[in-house]
């Protein structure tokens, strides 16, 4: 059965005044939940830095390994030339014997310099390791507070929002998809989340521009759909002065 304009208006002002209770509840998280998340990609990315710098130094590692490799084997070259220099049958036979052995030699040296460079590199990569992991240990401080902040805000208002939720859903059963979709962007769009406001005295509930008497008189025969004419929210009613006035007597009544 097609619902009708008053019927649409009553069930996205609900599904707004639902809304607005979930959005106050967010609101109290404030920026927390924004902050945990920052911290949580902070500290994935120093983890990424970590991991970066242990496979740095497990290459330096291996390199050191394959310089002492080559200096056990050119140790065996040299030991190999010099027993066959010791049977040379002429001096060119010495000579290239000779040359070979400083070619190992140098080999040698060059081997124990890139040693000690892969060294000093490890020893660097192992500051700014224990360096980088004092700071994650610090930043995961920050984002266990942080966390344990943002749980306490949550659990106070957990059985609440689960309700709100549950309401949320129902009314969104009462919402054609389209009207859905209108509502959602222009709540996407306005900084106080309000997609479909009253008008109260005179004025759009959401930016407070003056709304003509005759559109006011078009609002409450709410035989149509109608926007404000500055903001675009759906206008679901008018709120009068005399409804204002008799519902604030009625506060000052029950106080007294």
Same mark, same amino acid.
Do not use: W
């Given at each position: 059965?097609?619902?009708?304009?008053?019927?649409?208006?009553?069930?996205?002002?609900?599904?707004?005044?639902?809304?607005?209770?979930?959005?106050?509840?967010?609101?109290?998280?404030?920026?927390?939940?924004?902050?945990?998340?920052?911290?949580?990609?902070?500290?994935?990315?120093?983890?990424?830095?970590?991991?970066?710098?242990?496979?740095?130094?497990?290459?330096?590692?291996?390199?050191?390994? @394959?310089? %002492?490799?080559?200096? $056990?084997?050119?140790?065996? +070259?040299? &030991?190999? *030339?010099?027993?066959?220099?010791? !049977?040379?049958?002429?001096?060119?036979?010495?000579?290239?014997?000779?040359?070979?052995?400083?070619?190992?030699?140098?080999?040698?040296?060059?081997?124990?310099?890139?040693?000690?460079?892969?060294?000093?590199?490890?020893?660097?990569?192992?500051?700014?390791?224990?360096?980088?992991?004092?700071?994650?240990?610090?930043?995961?401080?920050?984002?266990?507070?942080?966390?344990?902040?943002?749980?306490?805000?949550?659990?106070?208002?957990?059985?609440?929002?689960?309700?709100?939720?549950?309401? @949320?859903? %129902?009314?969104?059963? $009462?919402?054609?998809?389209? +009207?859905? &979709?209108? *509502?959602?962007?222009?709540?996407? !769009?306005?900084?106080?989340?309000?997609?479909?406001?009253?008008?109260?005295?005179?004025?759009?509930?959401?930016?407070?521009?003056?709304?003509?008497?005759?559109?006011?008189?078009?609002?409450?025969?709410?035989?149509?759909?109608?926007?404000?004419?500055?903001?675009?929210?759906?206008?679901?009613?008018?709120?009068?002065?005399?409804?204002?006035?008799?519902?604030?007597?009625?506060?000052?009544?029950?106080?007294?």
């Amino acid at each position: 059965m097609e619902s009708t304009v008053a019927q649409k208006l009553e069930a996205i002002y609900n599904l707004q005044l639902i809304d607005s209770r979930l959005d106050a509840i967010v609101k109290v998280r404030g920026a927390l939940p924004e902050e945990v998340q920052d911290l949580e990609d902070e500290i994935a990315g120093y983890e990424t830095r970590l991991d970066k710098f242990k496979t740095d130094i497990g290459s330096f590692e291996d390199e050191i390994k @394959r310089f %002492k490799e080559n200096i $056990k084997e050119s140790e065996k +070259l040299i &030991k190999k *030339y010099q027993d066959q220099q010791m !049977n040379v049958r002429n001096n060119r036979e010495y000579d290239a014997i000779t040359k070979e052995l400083e070619l190992q030699d140098l080999e040698i040296q060059v081997s124990k310099k890139k040693i000690s460079e892969a060294g000093m590199k490890i020893d660097q990569k192992k500051v700014d390791l224990e360096e980088l992991n004092d700071l994650m240990k610090d930043r995961q401080k920050d984002l266990d507070l942080k966390k344990n902040e943002l749980d306490t805000i949550v659990s106070e208002s957990e059985s609440e929002e689960g309700k709100l939720q549950a309401d @949320r859903d %129902k009314a969104m059963k $009462k919402v054609d998809d389209r +009207l859905v &979709k209108s *509502y959602t962007k222009i709540r996407a !769009n306005a900084k106080n989340g309000l997609g479909v406001v009253m008008v109260k005295r005179g004025a759009c509930g959401g930016c407070f521009n003056t709304v003509p008497p005759q559109r006011q008189a078009d609002i409450r025969e709410k035989k149509k759909l109608i926007v404000c004419e500055h903001c675009g929210r759906i206008l679901a009613g008018v709120e009068d002065e005399v409804e204002e006035e008799n519902t604030k007597a009625k506060r000052r009544s029950a106080k007294a």
